[in-house]
């Protein structure tokens, strides 16, 4: 029973993951940000909007900690 229950727990996380990294490609990363009030003025000068962004966890696995995500789609 524990066995089926930590597979389950695998299968899940993978999927989590599965599903952050292709809502990632919607991004266009740019530089590092703490909150997102601090992506807009870098998403803005890249030509896309000031207000579609995010401050999101380096997706590259860098050691940037987090980073804006201008969202193109």
Known sequence: MMLALLL???VMTARSTNYSLQQ???CDILGPCKTKAD???PCQAAGHSPTAVL???DPTSGNRGTVC???TA
């Open 39 to 41: 992506c807009a003025g």
């Open 24 to 26: 990632d490609s919607d």
């Open 69 to 71: 995500c201008c969202i």
């Open 55 to 57: 401050c999101v966890p």
């Open 8 to 10: 389950f727990s695998l």
